[in-house]
Every structure is written in C-alpha cells, then in structure tokens.
C-alpha cells in the first residue's frame, strides 16, 4: 500500500522517534509499505515519521542511483533503532540535498563523511559499523528525521533567508508534487 508522505509543517517531523521491538504490530507490512511509498516517489530514503510515525525505522535503496555509484548496487536495506554514536569530524564535504518531505527544495549541506552508527536490521540482528562516503550522508539525512530534524536545519542563515519563501509555502501546503502527500490542512 502507498502511504502519502507528511510534509513540513506536520508535527511529527518535529518529534523525537522512539525505538520499537520486534513486538511491533505489523511491523513487516509497515516496511512493505514503506518500500513501496519510496519506489513511487523515487526517492532514495524514507524515515518513519514521514509517514506520520515517530518510530526509529529507515528504509535506504540506493540501487537507485548505482548507475553513477556502482558500489551501490544492490543496495537495499531496513534499519531499525539506528542511533549515530559518533561524528567523525576530521573532514566534511558538502552536496546537494532534497527530501520528499519538502518537495521542491534543494540545498547544498555540509556534513561529516564518516559516522559510526549501531542498528538493527530487519532480523533484529544488532550490527555496529563506521560508514562513510554517500552512504554516511544519507543515513545521516535519515536518521536526522528520528531526531525531528530536517536538511534545511543544517543551512546557514543566510541561505535559509533565501529559501523563505520556498518555505513559506511549503508549510501553506502551496506547492505540487507527483506523489501523495499529507500537509499541514
Ligand atoms: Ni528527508
């Protein structure tokens, strides 16, 4: 099932996500339906609360975009209670970024290019990693969203000044866009 994704100006991007148990009532169907919402919005990550859950769980598939990044081939995966434990900041890179989340928007972000992060995976299975490249930079645009924070929060006041207006309507719910949304009203 597609389910319409929340977008800014929905409370539940500003929450803070809680972790879940395997308990979860159905949990494997709610992942089914993640991947399906993602594939038609062809988006390369999806975080819970975007679709209105403020649960710790991400789905990334960057098959998507394996033609330009071949190490991603195949690249599929859920990833439930994620918690970034450590930024490496010894060096930062900047790159565009967009979120389904606010349509129309995309902005240059600088973040660290290494992470250390723990999560499960759909198994439940605990893994405990350093990431780094796109990879790093998408789970951080993810797992941001479990913390209640969105790309834009990273801009500087200058450009968030530039961007005003974009936001502005954004949150009126002025804007279109080719996939299913739910906006403020
Ligand atoms: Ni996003």
Same mark, same amino acid.
């Given at each position: 099932m597609? !389910? *319409?994704?929340?977008?800014?100006?929905?409370? &539940? !991007? $500003?929450? &803070?996500?809680?972790d879940i148990t395997p308990e979860y009532p159905e949990l494997k169907q709610l992942i089914s339906n993640m991947y399906e919402t993602l594939e038609q919005s062809e988006g390369i990550g999806l975080a819970a609360p975007q679709i209105g859950l403020p649960? $710790? !769980? &991400?789905?990334?598939n960057l098959d998507l975009i394996s033609e330009d990044l071949p190490e991603y081939k195949g690249y599929i995966h859920t990833f439930i209670n *994620?918690?970034?434990i450590e930024f490496d900041?010894?060096?930062t890179d900047s790159m565009e970024e967009g979120c389904l989340s606010l349509p129309g928007i995309h902005e *240059? &972000? $600088?973040r660290p290019t290494r992470i250390h992060v723990k999560y499960l995976d759909e198994e439940f299975n605990e893994h405990d990693e350093w990431v780094?490249?796109?990879?790093?930079?998408?789970?951080?645009?993810e797992f941001d969203h479990l913390e209640g924070k969105v790309f834009v929060d990273h801009l500087s006041m200058l $450009? =968030?000044?530039m961007i005003k207006g974009k936001l502005?309507?954004?949150? =009126?719910?002025?804007?279109?866009c080719s996939y299913k949304v739910k906006t403020k009203r």
């Open positions: 597609i !389910l *319409p994704i929340y977008t800014l100006g929905q409370p &539940v !991007l $500003r929450q &803070v996500a809680e649960i $710790r !769980l &991400v789905i990334i *994620p918690h970034i900041n010894t060096e *240059p &972000v $600088r780094d490249g796109y990879l790093a930079r998408v789970m951080q645009h $450009r =968030k000044q502005s309507n954004l949150l =009126k719910g002025n804007f279109r």
